[in-house]
């Protein structure tokens, strides 16, 4: 599992920089700036902003890619048995682990990604807590907000809308009128929402000018739930823009299928680790009901 947007934190990457000092000075050649200084000092505060958020987060999971295959003795290209799959953003180095691109070509499609996301201002981003988030569509309507869209599905009681900025500053004390908790994120825009359709149709016509291969590892969509196929491949990567990430859902859909299985997250932080705890414990808990 490779993390999204959010997981980014000063400091991370710290223990792998060094090991990989080729790809680091290949990155800085590309994006015309050092991600190890970037991630390790951030003097001007550019981390949280998506422009350099995407390449960094991107880039650090794909070093913890390439260092957990050292550890575990294996080779790029050896066999694999498990699954891939990212949280928005995560689906990008989940597609250089499948062999889809080479690390750098993989940092140059982020790179796009990040500048055109940042280049649609005016929205905002909302997550709402509560043991029943799963009526927060119905509540919507009931606001008649029907501007606002779902925009990840992230575990029972976790839920994330987007809209514009204005809207979500006036929907999160309603929301909390009935019940929910509200947690303004620290975004550019109305991300995973009809309002980064432009970005949407850009970021398509770039993938276009690319030469991608098949994915040779099993990668599972976290906006669809289902295998990504070398014949939808660029749809994938550029409609997950305007969908919401159903993590919640893809994860239940795992953990059926392959019950023993375990699960890794590569990246910083521990997000999807803690998100896979709760779905975990509720999918565990309907077994038993």
Known sequence: MFPGQGSQHPGMGRDMFDRYPTQCRAA???????????CLEDRDGRLNQT????????????LAYLDYLERAG???????????TGHSLGLFPALFAAGVFDLLTG?????KRGELMQAIGGGGMLAVLGDHTDTVRETLVQ???????VANDNAPGQVVLSGREERMQQLAPLLEQHGYRCVPLSVSGAFHSRYMEP?????????????LNPPQ????SSTSGEVIGGEHLIEDMAFQLVKPVRWSRTIQHLLRRYPQAHFVELGPGRVL?????KISGAVATQATA
């Open 217 to 220: 590892k099993t990668v599972i």
């Open 199 to 211: 970005c949407r149709e850009q970021f398509t016509e770039f993938l276009l000018g690319l030469d």
């Open 74 to 84: 294996r080779h790029f290209d050896d066999p694999f048995d498990g699954c891939l």
């Open 273 to 277: 680790a803690n998100l896979h705890a």
């Open 143 to 149: 606001l008649d907000c029907f501007d606002v869209d």
């Open 28 to 38: 800085e050649d590309i994006l015309g700036y050092s991600i190890s200084d970037l």
């Open 107 to 111: 940092l140059g499609i982020v790179a």
């Open 51 to 62: 422009v350099y958020t995407q390449p960094a987060l991107y880039f650090v999971c794909c």
